[in-house]
C-alpha cells in the first residue's frame, strides 16, 4: 500500500511544492510562486498535466475568493545580515 500524497493547499505553508514539467509550483504564505514551463501536449500526459493544473489554480482562485483582499501587498521587510562565512 502507498502513501497517499499530501495535497497541496494554496497559501498554506512555506514549504510545499509541486513539480509539473519542468514548471515548479511553490506555496508561500501570501503568494503561490509559479516558475518554469510545461507543454501540454496532445496525449495522455498532456491532458494528466492540465488537469493537474487545473486543480490546483481552481485551489488558489477559491482561496482568492474567499480571503478579504489587500489591493496589493506591501513590500517585504528587508534587513542585511553579516556574512557568518567571513
Aim: no cysteine; charged share 20%; proline share 8%.
Amino acid at each position: 500500500m502507498s502513501a497517499k500524497p499530501t495535497p497541496f493547499v494554496p497559501y498554506a505553508n512555506e514549504a510545499d511544492v509541486l513539480q509539473v514539467g519542468n514548471m515548479m509550483i511553490e506555496n508561500r504564505l501570501d503568494r503561490i510562486t509559479l516558475d518554469g514551463d510545461v507543454d501540454l501536449t496532445l496525449d495522455q500526459a498532456g491532458l494528466a498535466n492540465a488537469r493537474l493544473l487545473h486543480q490546483l489554480l481552481g485551489a488558489v482562485v477559491a482561496k482568492l475568493e474567499a480571503a478579504d483582499l489587500p489591493v496589493a501587498l506591501p513590500a517585504p521587510t528587508v534587513k542585511t545580515v553579516n556574512n557568518p562565512f567571513n
